[in-house]
């Protein structure tokens, strides 16, 4: 489950991320925008901290 933004901690990831070099995060809007253009997103999560398929 992801139950937090890996970067900031916000309660409230969005977004499931993979980066160029193969790390993946979980990240709330905020910490996702400035970067999304870099970044592929995996999957969405919802509001319970689990994937959306």
């Known amino acids: 489950m992801f139950t937090h933004c890996d970067r900031?901690?916000?309660?409230?990831p969005g977004q499931l991320v993979r980066h160029d070099d193969g790390a993946?995060?979980?990240?709330?809007?905020?910490?996702w925008n400035p970067i999304r253009g870099t970044v592929k997103?995996?999957?969405?999560?919802?509001?319970h901290g689990k994937l959306q398929f």
């Open 24 to 31: 993946q995060e979980a990240l709330c809007f905020t910490c």
């Open 41 to 47: 997103v995996l999957n969405w999560i919802n509001k």
């Open 8 to 12: 900031c901690g916000n309660d409230h």
